[in-house]
């Protein structure tokens, strides 16, 4: 009998072992312990582009979680997902202009909804909404935007061509940007020797949102600094015409070459002129390249 | 009930013990009910089948997550990523070696003593004692021992992972250096209770019960009854548990996720 007692006790005290356990499991360590769901409010926000943003991302301020994404929805026919999100009543005080992002903790961590406070004096109350939002950076642009090749003008179709004829193209290459007032608004698509007139066709992609270009603007080989790569210059002209299309811009100035300019240095230093300018030398290596 | 047909081809024996299993898990679970008179024979099969086996279970899950904790700080070093120790040793114990480690140490302890002891009893003709007092062999020894497999394997699936993370933050933190806060806040964040815990803990290890319980306790009642046939019993309980448990954890793996 007390045997039959201690194997039932003792039994007991196992199974209460394993839900302990699993509670402990449960509990410490996984996600539902970040969520400790007091009581909270919702807000909802808009963004043009959620990247990876998952439901139950932590929403921070300052960089310390205040709340979570509660879910995200797109609406059939609307081009931009609506972002619940749900913050600890105990943070209140958010200012209505407050502007959402969307951040990523690290180099390949989650990503999460950071608030930067406004400077309004209302606060979002339950059910409110944030109208100001930025939404993540795609890979793909943050690198555009690095390698510099026209950041703005890669989108397939939206680009017109324009054509321009060098005698002398330096260093440019294919990719290379077009640029107007330092911007760049397109990047050279082609760059061909003409066996006819024996120069350079180089051929421009532009954006077409750009499409009010004079079409006598004059357009040079610069080069981004002392030693760096050579792009495609646009200066606009005053023709009440724009470029189009295939136009041909005529006004042209090809690179300048580092014999060109010692040459020219030498020639106004001293008599002795050595082989001075012009630029029909074939483009080998000036200074830019090592 | 003896399966042994020397003439008959591996393949077909094969095939006959399990559908001979399967067909012994229904005369089980229909004797289920009948089972459930015998109550404190329950709980004393719970007791030496899942208390008993605490100890084994609770010093491999220690050492299973100590050894994965080093392991992955190691791995994870050379990307940099060590502060991820704590998430990817709780998600590698809780979707896997939880209920598999758990399950194998399992057939090894409580499987081969299931078998070993019904062997016993019919090789000592106990079974056909019972049948000749019209007391169902099944419901008396065969179900309490499957339903005490059944309940014990989640419950020890959990203290072995409970052991596990203890283990793996006794290296990562107290031996390796991983701060304490990363570690615990990192695994929560990437630990999910109902994809994780609920479906990779809970439900394998019922499965992984279900079918070393059966297999145990199906080779310990038609082995044949001599001293050499219980040994050989017991030894196929060991490897036929431990394959269909690994072919069963992939075909779940497969399923829940």
């Known amino acids: 009998m007390s045997q039959r007692k201690s194997y039932a006790v003792g039994t007991g005290l196992f199974i209460v072992l394993g839900f302990a356990a699993l509670a402990y499991l449960a509990t410490q360590t996984s996600s539902v312990a970040n969520s400790h769901q007091g009581s909270s409010y919702t807000i909802d926000a808009q963004f043009a582009n959620i990247g990876a943003l998952k439901e139950r991302a932590p929403v921070k301020v300052a960089g310390v979680r205040v709340g979570q994404v509660q879910s995200i929805t797109l609406e ?32 390949l961590g989650d990503q999460y909804v950071g608030l930067q406070f406004g400077g309004a004096k209302t606060y979002v109350a339950d059910g409110g909404h944030i109208g100001l939002t930025k939404s993540s950076a795609p890979l793909e642009e943050m690198l555009g935007k690095f390698l510099g090749s026209g950041g703005a003008a890669d989108a397939i179709g939206g ?128 200074a830019g390249k090592h | ?16 013990q399990i559908g001979n299993c399967g067909l012994f898990l229904l005369r089980i679970l229909a004797a ?26 609770m010093t491999c899950g220690l050492f299973v997550g100590m050894v994965l904790g080093l392991q992955l700080y190691h791995v994870l070093a050379i990307f940099g990523g060590t502060s991820a120790t704590g998430s990817v040793v709780a998600l590698a114990i809780y979707r896997e070696l939880g209920p598999v480690v758990t399950a194998l140490l399992f057939a090894g302890r409580a499987g081969t003593s299931i078998t070993a002891e019904i062997g016993l009893m019919r090789a000592t003709d106990q079974i056909a004692a019972m049948e000749m007092m019209a007391v169902d062999p099944i419901a ?27 283990g793996g933050h006794l290296v990562g933190v107290s031996w390796l250096g991983i701060d304490n806060g990363t570690f615990w806040s ?43 046939g219980v040994a050989y019993a017991t030894t196929r309980t060991v490897v036929s548990s431990s394959i269909a448990i690994l072919a069963l954890d992939f075909v779940l793996t497969a399923f829940l996720m």
């Open chain 1, 76 to 107: 059939p026919g609307k081009d931009v997902a609506d972002v619940t999100l749900s913050i600890d009543k105990k943070y209140n005080e958010i200012p209505t202009d407050s502007v959402a992002t969307i951040y990523t903790s690290g180099l």
């Open chain 1, 159 to 286: 680009t017109y061509s324009v054509r321009a004829d060098f005698t002398n193209v330096g260093t440019l290459s294919v990719g290379a940007p077009v640029k107007m007032a330092g911007v760049a608004i397109g990047s050279v698509a082609s760059i061909k020797a003409d066996p006819v007139k024996l120069d350079a066709t180089v051929t421009l992609a532009i954006d077409k949102k750009y499409n009010q270009i004079p079409d006598d603007s004059s357009v040079s080989i610069f080069t981004s600094g002392l030693i760096g790569s050579q792009y495609v210059a646009i200066q606009p002209g005053g023709s009440p015409n724009s470029l189009k299309d295939g136009d041909q811009l005529v006004l042209t100035q090809s690179a300048m070459q580092l014999e060109d300019l010692i040459g020219k240095f030498l020639v106004n230093g001293s008599p002795s002129g050595s082989n001075s300018a012009g630029g029909n030398s074939s483009p080998n290596t000036p």
């Open chain 2, 1 to 16: 009930m003896s399966a042994q047909m020397p003439h008959k081809s591996i393949v077909l024996q094969s095939l006959a």
């Open chain 2, 32 to 57: 289920v009910p009948s089972s459930l008179r015998h109550v404190r024979e329950t709980v004393r099969q719970l007791w030496f089948v899942g208390a008993m086996s605490l100890t084994i279970i």
């Open chain 2, 140 to 166: 008396y020894v065969a179900a309490p021992r499957f339903l005490a497999g059944l309940i014990a394997m989640p419950l020890l699936c959990c203290v072995f992972c409970a052991m596990g993370i203890f």
């Open chain 2, 186 to 228: 990192n695994m929560t964040s990437n630990v999910d209770v109902w994809d994780d815990i609920i479906n990779g803990v809970m439900w394998k290890s019922v499965a992984f019960g279900a079918v070393v319980s059966l297999i145990a306790v199906f080779q310990g009642y038609t082995t044949p009854p001599t001293s050499e």
